[in-house]
């Protein structure tokens, strides 16, 4: 057995003595944390915590001063795609010029730009291309992320990108998991008769994923222009039949009624959510669904941003991720979502830490083994360079303050 011991930490934060599944409402604003603390790794697990002054002497196979830092749990980005070939800067001068996300998807821009890249790439490519995003959040700080499918609109391009993140699984060091998001945008060819596009959703895309055991979840883009909720509700009860959750894109482009759905499809997430009323807000509420926001996009396209304070406010609990695609989002630097969660939503420095990290951890099925420090957990977390606060983690926006991160108990 190895084991691993972190001395002398200025603080660790989000620490869990019963670990909870996830965090809502005025609990949001609650974030346990040991000073002057230790942490001790046993393979790759967090084995024990607590302050300085109580640890007793054993031996270990290394041991690291943390002196003036301090320590979190790793990002859990909830939403990504990050499985893509090139990048859109075209149309993001386009958008600086006027032309609506929309408008750039009806002229065949968009998901369908990044759909013809990705089948014609191979998928050594996608991989490679992945890995490296992959490996530069892992500096960022991430310790687990969700990557979609989606830019295939074949099943054969589907299949391949699950099959790449199948790959990434197998060889990263860390927690992924993967939703087959087949419809995603209407093909060129299936315009005017989109029903034909479900089916092959339904017929081709979820049993072949599912054969193969290739995705955790499954989405839609359920929204104005794209997929209607009768549409959703079909994808919806085809994936359930396969034991596939959904996690739906909903109401960033109007009052979609994609949250209500979600809700009654029991999705473990939905996620954007610009338009969020009252209606919106009452459907969530005693649900199993988190409503996860997605600042960076928010922020790229500058769009209505979500109300996250009444939302909180409501007593709902709130995740947030980045998003990372070539479209709407590309970075997937968490450190950046969590200023944004506290700049443009008012979120209290604890609120946002707890939305990227304990509640998107629910939001992809893994807050049981990561998204706290909490005996028992993986042991996937970062040192920070020496800051003065956990406060200064949003606020000192646009610099990198990890220096060390740890995923599966070992430095990566
Ligand atoms: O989550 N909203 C839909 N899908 C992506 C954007 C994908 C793209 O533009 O390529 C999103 O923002
Ligand atoms: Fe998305």
């Given at each position: 057995m190895k084991r691993v011991l972190i001395k002398n930490i200025k603080e660790i934060v989000q620490v869990e003595q019963q670990p909870r599944a996830r965090v809502c409402g005025k609990e949001m604003s609650q974030l346990q944390t040991v000073k002057d603390a230790y942490l001790i790794v046993e393979n790759d697990k967090i084995a024990d915590f607590g302050e300085m002054r109580e640890l007793t002497v054993q031996s270990f196979d290394a041991e690291y001063d943390a002196s003036g830092r301090m320590l979190f749990p790793s990002f859990c980005d909830?939403?990504?795609?990050?499985?893509?070939?090139g990048s859109r800067e075209i149309e993001y001068c386009d958008k600086i010029r006027g032309l609506s996300y929309e408008e750039i998807a009806k002229r065949g821009g968009g998901i369908l730009n990044s759909a013809k890249r990705v089948q014609e790439a191979s998928e050594q490519e996608l991989y490679d291309d992945a890995m490296m995003r992959l490996d530069q959040m892992i500096h960022f700080g991430s310790g687990a992320v969700e990557i979609k499918s989606g830019y295939g609109m074949t099943t054969e391009a589907e299949i391949k990108m699950l099959r790449v993140i199948r790959r990434l699984k197998e060889s990263s060091p860390l927690t992924i998991k993967s939703t087959l998001l087949g419809a995603h945008g209407i093909p060129m060819e299936y315009r005017g008769r989109q029903e034909a596009f479900v089916d092959l959703v339904i017929n081709e895309m979820i049993p072949q994923a599912a054969q193969e055991g290739l995705a955790d979840f499954i989405d839609v883009f359920c929204d104005q222009g794209f997929f209607t909720v009768e549409d959703t509700d079909r994808m919806l009860d085809a994936g359930a039949k396969y034991g596939l959750r959904a996690k739906i894109h909903a109401n960033e482009l109007a009052y979609s009624g994609g949250i209500q759905c979600a809700v009654r499809h029991n999705a473990l997430s939905c996620d954007h959510l610009e338009y969020t009323g009252d209606d919106e807000i009452k459907a969530l509420l005693g649900s199993e669904t988190m409503p996860t926001v997605l600042p960076g996009a928010a922020f790229f396209l500058n769009m209505v941003h979500a109300p996250v304070r009444k939302m909180i406010d409501s007593g709902l609990g709130v995740a947030m991720a980045s998003d990372c695609n070539p479209g709407s989002s590309p970075s997937a630097n968490m450190q950046l979502i969590l200023s944004m969660a506290c700049i443009n939503y008012r979120m209290l420095p604890e609120e946002a830490i707890n939305a990227v990290t304990l509640n998107s951890a629910y939001a992809m099925g893994v807050s049981n083994e990561v998204g706290s420090i909490a005996v028992g957990k993986k042991a996937n977390f970062y040192i920070t360079k020496p800051i003065p606060s956990y406060e200064y983690m949003p606020y000192a926006y646009g610099e990198n303050k990890v220096e060390k991160a740890f995923l599966n108990g070992v430095e990566i």
């Open positions: 909830s939403h990504t795609h990050l499985v893509y070939s």
